[in-house]
């Protein structure tokens, strides 16, 4: 049972707590990026990129700026 908490992040290099302050700190901006969305529906005027770009950069944090695992 407790492997299913730590195999994850440990393929990924963190330990459970690195991987967890790691996802956690994509739950901000992931919000902000839904409220984004659920305004400009409402408001097609406002917030015409916001989303986009917020989505843009947490790939960029998770894709590709991380490194290559051996």
């Known amino acids: 049972m407790f492997r299913a908490f730590t195999d994850h992040p440990q393929a990924m290099g963190e330990t459970y707590g690195e991987h967890l302050a790691k996802a956690w700190s994509f739950a901000g901006p992931?919000?902000?990026a839904a409220a984004a969305c659920v305004l400009h529906g409402l408001f097609p005027f406002a917030f015409?990129?916001?989303?986009?770009r917020?989505?843009?950069?947490?790939?960029?944090?998770?894709?590709?700026?991380?490194?290559?695992?051996d």
């Open 48 to 52: 015409q990129t916001s989303a986009s």
């Open 30 to 32: 992931l919000a902000a």
């Open 54 to 69: 917020r989505v843009r950069d947490l790939h960029d944090r998770m894709v590709v700026e991380r490194a290559p695992r």
